[in-house]
Structure formats: structure tokens, C-alpha cells
Nanobody, 124 residues
Framework: QVQLVESGGGLVQAGGSLRLSCAAP????????MGWFRQAPGKEREFVAA????????YYADSVKGRFTIARDNAKNRVYLEMNSLKPEDTAVYCC?????????????????WGQGTQVTVSS
């Protein structure tokens, strides 16, 4: 079992920045690929970004490319999502997820464990 706890969400004006963090206590964190998804009210949960266990490979949704950066620190059992140039349409609950296989990084089905999420609200 992998427990994931997100933090760093909040209210920010359009054009601003936020850094989300996901803590995953346990000795097996470095063996999991990690991802971030988001869900806006009335919408499906959608892929945002993913990173391989070694940080060698990263993936991004087209809507966040060039604005968001995913990174991980295996020594601290944490994965981060740096969000810049935020837009009102980025408003959502952001969840981190862990994948034991690392396959299908852009799909919800590829992940075994999920956090509860942290709210990000971008005002115009």
C-alpha cells in the first residue's frame, strides 16, 4: 500500500505560480512512476504530467506544456509539480498518483494508488 499526500494548493491570480508537492512515505517510492491528474467541477479527471522512477522521462498534457514542470526527489520520497503562468482553466483539484508498472503514464488506468488531492483555484 502506498499512501500519497498532496500539499501546496491555494488561490492564485492568473499569471501566477504554485508548487504542488506529493509525499509518499515508505521505502518503495523510488520504484514507482508518478503522475499528476486534475479534476475540475463537472469534468472528468484528466492527465497533467508524469515522471518515470529515474526522472529520465517526463510526459505532459498539451494544455500544460511549457508552463508546468514535474520533478521528483527519491531521497525525500516526494514528487513536485511546478505550475507557472496559471490560467483560470487550470482551476481543479490536483491529485498525485503512483504506478508500479510505469506503463500508460497518461491514463488513469495505469496507476495503482491515488492521493486525496489539493485544490488549486486561479482567479481572473
Amino acid at each position: 500500500q502506498v499512501q500519497l499526500v498532496e500539499s501546496g494548493g491555494g488561490l492564485v491570480q492568473a499569471g501566477g505560480s504554485l508548487r504542488l508537492s506529493c509525499a509518499a512515505p515508505g521505502r518503495t517510492f523510488s520504484s514507482y512512476a508518478m503522475g499528476w491528474f486534475r479534476q475540475a467541477p463537472g469534468k472528468e479527471r484528466e492527465f497533467v504530467a508524469a515522471i518515470s522512477w529515474s526522472s529520465f522521462t517526463t510526459y505532459y498534457a498539451d494544455s500544460v506544456k511549457g508552463r508546468f514542470t514535474i520533478a521528483r526527489d527519491n531521497a525525500k520520497n516526494r514528487v513536485y509539480l511546478e505550475m507557472n503562468s496559471l490560467k483560470p482553466e487550470d482551476t481543479a483539484v490536483y491529485c498525485c498518483a503512483a504506478s508500479s508498472s510505469g506503463n500508460q503514464p497518461g491514463y488513469r488506468a495505469g496507476y495503482n494508488y491515488w492521493g486525496q488531492g489539493t485544490q488549486v483555484t486561479v482567479s481572473s
